[in-house]
C-alpha cells in the first residue's frame, strides 16, 4: 500500500503540472486582460499596472515566474481586489465552502443510498417507480431552478427559512444551500444505489447467504451492501471534489461568500491569478479524493489489494 501511495502522488505532479500548463495558456488565449474592464482607465495608467504585475513580460517568462511562485505556495495577488492575494480569499472562501459541500455530500450519500436500497428491495412495484420518479426529476432540475423554488417557497411564502447569506454558518442558513446542492447529486447516488444493490442482490453469495438461513437485514447489510456500494464510493470522490470548492450557481443565488462566487467574478474580469488559484485547487482537491476512493476501495471490498 506505501509503495501504491508513493506512485500516485509522484503521478499526482506531472499531472498537476499539465493542467497549471493547459490553464495557463487558455485563460491568456481569451481576449481582453486584467486591466481592459476598467472604465476611464487612462493608457499610462494601465500599462503601470501591467509593469507591476509582470504582464508586459514575454509570456514564457510570466509562465516560468507562476511557476516558481506556485511551488512556494503564493497564488499571486489578485488583479481586481488588490487588497487581498489568492491565498487570503481562498482561505476566507473556503471556510464556507467546505462545510457547506461537505454537508449537502453527506445528506445525498445517506438519502440517496437509502432511497436506492428502498427501491432495489422494491423492485418492479409502487416504492421503486417512486424512487425512480424522484431521482429522475433531480438529476434533469437544474440547480438554478431549484434555489428560486426553495426561497420562493420555504423563504417568501412560508417564512421557514432566510433567503439568502450565509450567517456566520447558522443551520437555518444552510438548509436552503444544501438542499439545492444535494438533490442532483442524491438522485443519482440513489440511481447509482438501485442498480448496484439489485445486481448485488442476484448475485451467488448472496443466494447462499439466503440458503444459509440469514436474516434478510444481515443478507442486505453485511453482504449486499458491501458489494453495492462500490459504485457510490467511486462516484463519490469527484463530488466531493465538485461540493467542496465550492457551487457557483448556489453560492450566487443564494449571496454566499464561498469560493464559487470568486471564480465568476474572476472569469468575467479576466482576473488571471484567481482563475488559475480556482484551478489549482479544484485539481487538488480531485486527485486528493480520487486517492481517497482507492483507498477506500481496498477498506469495502477485501478482493482489492495494491500490493
Not at 502522488?9 to 495558456?25: N, R
Not at 442482490?201 to 449486499?224: E, N, P, Q, Y
Not at 488571471?272 to 481496498?298: K, P, Q, R, S
Request: proline fraction near 6%; hydrophobic fraction near 55%; charge should be positive.
Amino acid at each position: 500500500m506505501f509503495f501504491y501511495l508513493l506512485r500516485r502522488l509522484l503521478t499526482a505532479i506531472p499531472t498537476m503540472f499539465v493542467i497549471v500548463t493547459i490553464a495557463f495558456f487558455l485563460i491568456r488565449v481569451a481576449p481582453g486582460g486584467p486591466f481592459n474592464q476598467e472604465r476611464g482607465l487612462s493608457p499610462e495608467i494601465k500599462a503601470n499596472l501591467e509593469a507591476q504585475f509582470g504582464l508586459n513580460d514575454p509570456l514564457w517568462l510570466q509562465y516560468w515566474n507562476y511557476l516558481k511562485n506556485l511551488l512556494h505556495g503564493d497564488f499571486g495577488p489578485s488583479y481586481n481586489l488588490p487588497d487581498f492575494t489568492v491565498a487570503e480569499l481562498f482561505s476566507e472562501g473556503l471556510k464556507v465552502s467546505i462545510p457547506l459541500g461537505l454537508s449537502a455530500l453527506i445528506v445525498a450519500l445517506l438519502l440517496g443510498g437509502t432511497l436506492g436500497i428502498i427501491a432495489a428491495l422494491n423492485q418492479n412495484k409502487s416504492g421503486d417507480y417512486a424512487v425512480i420518479a424522484v431521482a429522475t426529476a433531480g438529476s434533469t432540475i437544474p440547480t438554478f431552478v431549484i434555489a428560486p423554488i426553495i426561497q420562493l417557497l420555504f423563504g417568501l411564502t412560508w417564512k421557514l427559512l432566510p433567503v439568502g447569506g450565509w450567517g456566520g454558518g447558522a443551520f437555518i442558513n444552510m438548509v436552503g444551500p444544501v438542499l439545492t446542492l444535494a438533490l442532483p447529486q442524491m438522485a443519482i447516488v440513489a440511481r447509482l444505489m438501485r442498480g448496484s444493490m439489485i445486481e448485488s442482490l442476484r448475485s451467488h453469495h448472496i443466494r447462499t447467504a439466503r440458503a444459509m438461513g440469514l436474516s434478510d437485514w444481515s443478507v442486505v447489510v453485511k453482504h449486499a451492501l458491501r458489494g453495492a456500494v462500490l459504485p457510490i464510493v467511486s462516484y463519490a470522490g469527484p463530488a466531493a471534489a465538485a461540493l467542496l470548492t465550492g457551487s457557483i450557481v448556489v453560492e450566487t443565488i443564494f449571496a454566499i461568500p464561498g469560493v464559487g462566487r470568486y471564480f465568476v467574478q474572476a472569469a468575467l474580469n479576466r482576473d488571471y491569478t484567481l482563475v488559475m488559484g480556482t484551478v489549482v485547487v479544484i485539481a487538488l482537491f480531485t486527485i486528493v479524493f480520487n486517492l481517497i476512493v482507492d483507498i477506500m476501495y481496498a477498506v469495502v471490498d477485501p478482493r482489492v489489494r495494491y500490493d
